[in-house]
């Protein structure tokens, strides 16, 4: 088991930047794909990166794709998530998670068992 702690969520206008940050405790953190979802009000949570227990492979939602990078560093039991190009549609409360299942299955939300209390990231047009 892992527990996650989200950091770096705030306000930011369009076209901007922001920098996530995941900070894990407990054991063995590079056993786990680890993985980025949002959820927006009135939406569903969804899936936006994951990364392989390496950091070699990832994976990302078509939306985010070219504009957001998932990165880990083992050494540190930490993962981020680098969001450019900003728009409103990312507005969300970003979680991080924790999956003992492999990137093909990093989509489903289902397949992680541990998840962090989330990080507002609110971006105004």
């Known amino acids: 088991q892992v527990q996650l702690v989200e950091s770096g969520g705030g306000l930011v206008q369009a076209g901007g930047s922001l920098r996530l940050s995941c900070a894990a405790s407990?054991?063995?953190?590079?056993?786990?794909?680890m993985g980025w979802f949002r959820q927006a009000p009135g939406k569903e949570r969804e899936f936006v990166a994951a990364i392989a227990w390496n950091g070699v492979s990832t994976s990302y939602a078509d939306s985010v794709k070219g504009r957001f990078t998932i990165s880990r560093d083992n050494g540190k039991n930490t993962m981020a998530l680098q969001m450019n190009i900003l728009n409103p549609e990312d507005t969300a409360v970003y979680y991080c998670?924790?999956?003992?299942?492999?990137?093909?299955?990093?989509?489903?939300?289902?397949?992680?068992?541990?998840w962090g209390q989330g990080t507002q990231v609110t971006v105004s047009s």
């Open positions: 998670a924790a999956s003992l299942y492999g990137l093909d299955y990093s989509s489903s939300a289902q397949k992680y068992m541990n």
């Open positions: 407990g054991r063995a953190f590079s056993r786990y794909t």
